[in-house]
């Protein structure tokens, strides 16, 4: 059995706060060995500092992005935009905020989330004395599907994959599904928990307590698939776009 | 608080079985109205018949795919196919499946997981007297990220999506993200309490009753992004591919 539940009596989390702190006194004594903590990337970007004093959300992401991956105007003017963020992460906006972060202010992501998964773990950890893991989360959209769900971007002392490979089911054939992300689903299973409009960015997964592990396990820079291997990292007009050009130029350069 | 747990009981699912039956021996007592049951496609397509009689996996991808999206032939030979298929959804081998499927046969999608959703949720409440909501779930890799999760491809009597369009955040800020695919999510929960190698196709998510309603709710077919909105619609490489022809020829069609 699995149980999900929000933790109440986080604060309003600004910049320099102990995060550890905070969460150990919020959590204590309700954690044990096991125990899988998902925090919401928000507030680890406000404990950072991780704020720019701005309303230019555009310039933020312009800051943040390091390739348009894809762009689309719609009808009525609003332009969308998919793009490959500093941390590797393709996602829309490059992950910067403008909600849940006072007016004047946007959030962007936090420097290195799997080092604050990693510290956020070992502090607790070492503060409460049981073995917990930490996911840090972000709401994503996806190719493909309408709609967001949450995701992992930094991960400590628990595991991102299942991996199944070479495990056979109960007849005797190989699983065809052999990498189960289970650190993507959890980060999903918590968001059921937390709700956007209200002050509940940590959630506490138990009842998979075998996924925690030691402090350096691989973390949820893991779960990127690199480029090379990707068969979407362009979105298609854009793809169009440069095998046109490409097409055309090759043809004008025939003698 | 959320509670997830799989359903124990639930013997090997056979063409013509009726699986509303299956899963009320197996559920009775422990269902409560709200509960909202998350079922792996594998069995629905198993009582549905939706076998084919045959070791020729390939042959089922190509009978199920309306489109190949994108294709990469690995260093050692080994193909993926990323295929539209008949449902609309985009994954690798148009998710025929040949695991947890007795040796000489592959198994279909449902043909349409919604309905099967929907005729579930309504033959549990009739039988069990509770209120309760069905997804229909999937394993399925995604576009920029390794792994697999699990997701919804069809959906009765519970919402697939929060509609937070129009809601502020605590400081009266206009939220981001306005609409969280709690379908996926809800998959994606259940998929930590089964496991791939054992026989547990069937898990029970408690604590998010609000989202059960009437049994004509949109169904997890209003999760597929019309390919006119999608970005992402062809693969990169085959996006070239096709724009290199057409600039081709378009400068060898000038006079």
Redesign the interface.
């Not at 059995?1 to 539940?5: D, T």
């Not at 956007?196 to 002050?199: F, M, T, V």
């Not at 291997?229 to 776009?241: C, I, V």
């Given at each position: 059995?699995?149980?999900?539940?929000p933790l109440e009596g986080i604060p309003e989390v600004r910049p320099g706060d102990d995060l550890t702190a905070l969460i150990a006194d919020a959590a204590c004594p309700a954690l044990a060995d096991g125990d899988i903590l998902v925090v919401t990337s928000k507030i680890v970007s406000k404990a950072e500092g991780r704020i720019l004093h701005a309303d230019d959300r555009d310039a933020a992401i312009d800051a943040e992005t390091v390739r348009v991956v894809?762009?689309?105007t719609s009808p009525s003017g609003h332009v969308?935009r998919?793009v490959e963020s500093r941390l590797g992460?393709?996602a829309a906006a490059a992950g910067v905020?403008?909600?849940?972060?006072?007016?004047g202010t946007v959030l962007l992501l936090p420097e290195d989330p799997d080092a604050s998964a990693r510290a956020l773990a070992a502090g607790l950890r070492e503060r409460l004395g049981v073995r917990v893991g930490v996911i840090v989360s972000d709401?994503m959209g996806?190719?493909?599907?309408?709609?967001?769900?949450?995701?992992a971007i930094g991960a400590g002392g628990v595991r991102?994959?299942e991996d199944?490979r070479g495990?056979?089911?109960?007849?005797g054939?190989?699983?065809?599904?052999t990498?189960?992300?289970?650190a993507?689903?959890?980060a999903?299973?918590a968001?059921?928990?937390k709700r956007?409009?209200?002050?509940l960015p940590i959630a506490v997964?138990r009842?998979?307590a075998e996924l925690v592990g030691d402090l350096d396990l691989p973390g949820a820079r893991?779960?990127?698939?690199p480029a090379e291997?990707?068969?979407?990292?362009?979105?298609?007009?854009?793809?169009?776009?440069?095998?046109?050009?490409?097409?055309?130029?090759?043809?004008?350069a025939r003698p």
């Open positions: 059995m699995l149980q999900v539940w894809a762009s689309r969308t998919i992460i393709i905020d403008a909600s849940n972060t006072p007016h709401t996806r190719a493909w599907r309408e709609g967001q769900t949450d995701a991102v994959f199944l495990q056979t089911d109960a007849e054939r190989p699983l065809v599904v990498m189960p992300c289970v993507d689903e959890l999903s299973a968001d059921l928990v956007k409009a209200a002050r997964v009842g998979r893991s779960i990127i698939r291997r990707d068969l979407f990292h362009t979105g298609s007009a854009e793809s169009y776009a440069e095998g046109f050009a490409a097409g055309a130029a090759s043809v004008s």
